[in-house]
Antibody, heavy 117, light 112 residues
Framework: QVQLQESGPGLVKPSQTLSLTCTVSGGSISSPDDYWSWIRQHAGKGLEWIGY???????FYNPFLTSRVTISVDTSKNQFSLKLTSVTAADTAVYYC?????????WGQGTLVTVSS | DIVMTQSPDSLAVSLGERATINCKSS????????????LAWYQQRPGQPPKLVIS???TRESGVPDRFSGSGSGTDFTLTISSLQAEDVAVYYC????????FGQGTKVEIK
C-alpha cells in the first residue's frame, strides 16, 4: 500500500508563499497509473481539491486557485510539492496529499498550515 | 463550478438503525457516453484523513462493509448505512468528479 507524508512549515506569514512536500513510499511516483493530488480542509469545514500532477509533469488545478498554485514533481526523490502564493488567513487549513486523479484512496495524515503574522 | 449540497447537516441514529444521507449536485454528473455517475462518498473520523467508501455513485470500495450502499443518478444521490455501528460515527462527504472536483459540506453522523 502506498504511503504519503506531508512536510513543510506550519506557519506562513500573510502575502508569502506556502510550500509543502509530499513524500511517497511503497510505490513509485513515476507510475503511469497514478496521479498525485493536493487537497485542503479548513478548520471545521469541508474539503477543497487544489490540484494534481502526473509523473510527466502535467498538471490540472482547481480553477478558483489556479492563479496562485504550482504543483511540481521530483521523481528522483519520489516526492511532489505544492506552492501557493500570496497567502491570506483564508488559506489556513489542513493540507493533505493523496494518490488519485478522480477520487483518492491513499491519503497522508495531513499537516496544519496557519497563515498569521 | 458544480455545487454539492448535502442534507441533513447532522443526524443521530440509534445503533442498528438506518442512516440516510442525501447529496444534490447543482448540475448533472451522469456522463452519457459511459452511463456513469461521477460521484463518490467519503467517511472521515475525527483526526483522520477521509476514507473513500463509494465511487461511481454505487461501487463500494474494497473492505467497506456491505451495510454501506450508494444510490441515485444525475443530480440526486443517497448514502445509506443499513444498520449503524459505533465505528460508523463520522462525517460523511459526497464529491463530484464530473467537472473539476468539489465536495459537499459534510454530514455528521452520531449515535442517538
Amino acid at each position: 500500500q502506498v504511503q504519503l507524508q506531508e512536510s513543510g512549515p506550519g506557519l506562513v506569514k500573510p502575502s508569502q508563499t506556502l510550500s509543502l512536500t509530499c513524500t511517497v513510499s511503497g510505490g513509485s511516483i513515476s507510475s503511469p497509473d497514478d496521479y498525485w493530488s493536493w487537497i485542503r480542509q479548513h478548520a471545521g469545514k469541508g474539503l477543497e481539491w487544489i490540484g494534481y500532477i502526473y509523473y510527466d509533469g502535467s498538471t490540472f488545478y482547481n480553477p478558483f486557485l489556479t492563479s496562485r498554485v504550482t504543483i511540481s514533481v521530483d521523481t528522483s526523490k519520489n516526492q511532489f510539492s505544492l506552492k501557493l502564493t500570496s497567502v491570506t488567513a483564508a488559506d489556513t487549513a489542513v493540507y493533505y496529499c493523496a494518490r488519485g486523479e478522480l477520487v483518492w484512496v491513499d491519503w497522508g495524515q495531513g499537516t496544519l498550515v496557519t497563515v498569521s503574522s | 463550478d458544480i455545487v454539492m449540497t448535502q442534507s441533513p447537516d447532522s443526524l443521530a441514529v440509534s445503533l442498528g438503525e438506518r442512516a440516510t444521507i442525501n447529496c444534490k449536485s447543482s448540475q448533472n454528473v451522469l456522463y452519457s457516453s459511459n452511463n456513469k455517475n461521477y460521484l463518490a462518498w467519503y467517511q472521515q473520523r475525527p483526526g483522520q484523513p477521509p476514507k473513500l467508501v463509494i465511487s461511481w455513485a454505487s461501487t463500494r470500495e474494497s473492505g467497506v462493509p456491505d451495510r454501506f450502499s450508494g444510490s441515485g443518478s444525475g443530480t440526486d444521490f443517497t448514502l445509506t448505512i443499513s444498520s449503524l455501528q459505533a465505528e460508523d460515527v463520522a462525517v460523511y462527504y459526497c464529491q463530484q468528479y464530473y467537472r473539476s472536483r468539489t465536495f459537499g459540506q459534510g454530514t455528521k453522523v452520531e449515535i442517538k
